[in-house]
C-alpha cells in the first residue's frame, strides 16, 4: 500500500508513515558503513530521526528544497550552539563590553563566522562517513597518537565543564539569595547527567525541544536586559561594522576569538547530525542533509551571536570607563548590575540569573553529551548509557566539587581559575581542529564530499589564525604566571612536547609541502604502522 502511494505522490496516513519508517530502519541499517558490531556508535538505528521522502528511488539527486525536512534537520546545530553561550563565554562578553565598550562587537560577529565554518566541516565529517571524529581518530591515527588525542579531549572537556558548573552554581546561588553556597550548586548541577538519561529515552526530538526551551530562556533574559539598559543604538552599530583595537583591549579582544572554538564541541556536532538516518551511500541523500544542517547550523549561531551582542552591550553600556570594568567577573556581574540599574518590577539581578542558569544547565548537559561521545569514540567502550554518562560525569564534577570548595574563599581565586581554565582549552584547540581538518581533507575517506582546494586553504587559514591567537594568549599568560626556576623548566619540556605532537599532526594531515620535514615524517610514520 505504502509503495503504491509513494509511485501516485499521494500523501501517506500517520499508519503507513511508520510502516514505511520501519521498512527504511530496516533497509538502511544494512546500507551504512560497514563496522562490527561491536563497535561503538553514536545512535543506534532505532533512536535515529527517519526522513520520509515519497521519491526516495534515486541516490544522486538532490530532492528540492522543502520546509517540512528542515524542521526535521533542525536540531543538533541548536545543541551545537550552545558551547557559543556557556558560562565562560558569557564571563568573557561581559569583560569584553566593560574593558572595550562597543569597539569589539565586530570581533565578536567574524569569531563567530569562523566558528561556524569549523562547525559545518564537523558536521560535513560527520553525515558523508557516518562516523563522528573521536570514532575516526581511533582509525586513522596510530594507538599512542589516539590515546594522546583521547587524554587531551578529555582534558579540554574537563576545563570546560568546571566552568560550566561554576557558572550555574554562581546563577543558584544569585537565585537563592546567597542561601545556597558555591558547593551546594555544583551537587545540583551534577544530576544534570540523570536528566539527560531521562530525556533521551524519551527520543532525541524531545532532547532538542529541552535544549530549545534553555536557548530561549536565555535569549528572552538577556533581551530583558538589552531593552532595560537602553545602550547606544549608533555606537552600536558602528561597533558591528568599523573594526577598531587597541593595545588596551587586545587581551579581550583575543579572548573573544579563543572562547568561540571548544574542542570538545567539534567532537560533539560530529556525532550529532548522525541522530538523523541518512545513508552516506546515496550522494543525493547526503547532499541534501549538507544543505539542511548548514542552514540550521547558520541560524542557530545567528541567534547565539544575537545573545551574546546583547550581554556585551549591556556591560558596555553600563561599565565601559568606569573603575568596576576591571575587577567584573561572574561572581559580581550580578551585583554590579543591581547597584547599576536598580530593582524595579523584576530586578535586573535575577533575570541576569535566569540566563546564566539556563546557560550553565545547557552547557553541562550538552559537556556530559559530548563526553559519551569523545570516550565510546576514542575508546570504543560498548557501556550502558547511565554508566557512561555517571563516568563522564564524574571525570568533571569531583574536581569542580573540589574546586568549588577552595576557591570559594574569594572573587578574586575564583578569576585566576577562570583564566587558568582558558589556557587549559586554548591548549587544546590544535588537537580538535588539526585531525578535523585532515580528515575532511582526505578523499579516501571522505570520497566526492572532500573539500576543495579553496575551503581546504581557508579552513587552514582560519584554524592557523585560532591556534596563533591562542597562543598569544597562553604565551600572555605564562610570562605573567611562570616564577621560579623548577617551574620554568617544567612548563618550558611541557611546551617542547607539546610543539612536537603539533609538527607531527600537520606532518601527517600533509597540509605542508615536502621537504626534508616531510620525509623525516614518513620514515617517522612508517616505524608506527
Request: contains cysteine; proline residues 3%.
Amino acid at each position: 500500500m505504502s509503495a503504491q502511494l509513494r509511485q501516485d505522490h499521494q500523501p501517506l496516513s500517520h499508519d503507513e508513515e511508520e510502516e514505511a519508517g520501519r521498512l527504511l530502519r530496516s533497509q538502511s541499517s544494512s546500507a551504512l558503513p560497514s563496522s562490527s558490531d561491536d563497535d561503538e556508535v553514536a545512535f543506534e538505528s532505532r533512536e535515529k530521526i527517519l526522513i520520509v521522502d515519497a521519491a526516495d528511488d534515486d541516490s544522486t539527486e538532490v530532492p528540492p528544497f522543502s520546509w517540512k525536512k528542515l524542521w526535521l534537520f533542525t536540531g543538533p546545530g541548536f545543541l551545537m550552539s550552545i558551547a557559543f553561550l556557556d558560562p565562560g563565554n558569557l564571563e568573557g562578553d561581559l569583560q569584553a563590553g566593560a574593558i572595550a565598550g562597543y569597539s569589539l562587537l565586530w570581533l565578536l560577529m567574524w569569531a563567530t563566522a569562523m566558528g561556524l565554518l569549523v562547525q559545518l566541516l564537523s558536521a560535513r565529517l560527520g553525515v558523508a562517513t557516518g562516523r563522528h571524529l573521536a570514532e575516526l581518530c581511533r582509525e586513522e591515527y596510530p594507538k599512542w597518537a589516539g590515546l594522546v588525542l583521547w587524554f587531551m579531549a578529555e582534558l579540554a572537556l574537563i576545563g570546560a565543564d568546571i566552568q560550566e558548573v561554576i557558572g550555574s552554581a554562581i546563577a543558584i546561588q544569585i537565585l537563592s539569595n546567597g542561601f545556597l553556597p558555591l558547593w551546594a550548586g555544583v551537587l545540583i548541577t551534577a544530576s544534570d547527567c540523570f536528566l539527560l538519561l531521562i530525556l533521551e529515552n524519551y527520543g532525541v526530538r524531545k532532547l532538542e525541544g529541552v535544549f530549545a526551551v534553555l536557548i530561549a530562556t536565555m535569549a528572552l533574559s538577556f533581551a530583558w536586559m538589552f531593552v532595560d539598559t537602553k545602550p547606544n543604538g549608533k555606537e552600536l552599530l558602528i561597533g558591528i561594522l568599523v573594526p577598531r583595537l587597541s593595545s588596551r583591549t587586545i587581551r579581550q579582544a583575543v579572548g573573544v576569538v579563543g572562547c568561540v572554538i571548544m574542542p570538545h564541541n567539534v567532537f560533539l556536532h560530529s556525532a550529532l547530525v548522525q541522530s538523523r538516518n541518512i545513508d552516506p551511500h546515496k550522494k543525493g541523500r547526503v547532499q541534501e542533509a549538507l544543505n539542511y544542517y548548514s542552514i540550521e547550523s547558520s541560524i542557530a549561531l545567528f541567534i547565539s551571536f544575537i545573545i551574546n551582542l546583547f550581554v556585551t552591550t549591556v556591560f558596555a553600556k553600563g561599565f565601559y570607563g568606569t573603575k568596576q570594568a576591571d575587577s567584573l567577573g561572574l561572581v559580581n556581574a550580578g551585583q554590579f548590575l543591581q547597584e547599576k540599574y536598580g530593582g524595579g518590577l523584576y530586578p535586573i539581578l535575577y533575570i541576569w540569573g535566569v540566563g546564566l542558569l539556563a546557560a550553565g544547565q545547557s552547557s553541562t548537559i550538552t559537556g556530559t553529551y559530548a563526553g559519551q561521545f569523545i570516550m565510546g569514540g576514542f575508546l570504543n567502550l560498548r557501556l550502558k548509557k547511565w554508566l557512561r554518562a555517571l563516568i563522564t560525569r564524574s571525570f568533571a564534577i569531583v574536581p569542580t566539587i573540589i574546586v568549588a570548595i577552595v576557591f570559594n574563599t574569594s572573587e578574586g581565586s575564583l578569576d585566576v581559575l577562570n583564566e587558568w581554565l582558558n589556557v587549559l582549552q586554548s591548549v587544546q584547540i590544535p588537537f580538535a581542529l588539526i585531525p578535523l581538518l585532515t580528515l575532511v581533507s582526505n578523499e579516501q575517506i571522505m570520497g566526492v564530499f572532500k573539500i576543495g582546494p579553496l575551503l581546504e586553504k581557508v579552513a587552514w587559514t582560519v584554524a592557523v589564525l585560532v591556534m596563533v591567537i591562542n597562543g598569544y594568549l597562553l604565551l600572555d599568560f605564562f610570562i605573567a604566571e611562570v616564577n621560579g626556576l623548577l617551574f620554568g623548566v617544567v612548563v618550558c619540556s611541557g611546551t617542547a612536547a607539546y610543539l612536537a605532537f603539533i609538527i607531527y599532526l600537520v606532518l601527517r594531515s600533509g597540509a605542508l609541502p615536502s621537504t626534508c620535514f616531510g620525509s623525516v615524517y614518513k620514515r617517522f610514520a612508517d616505524t608506527d604502522t
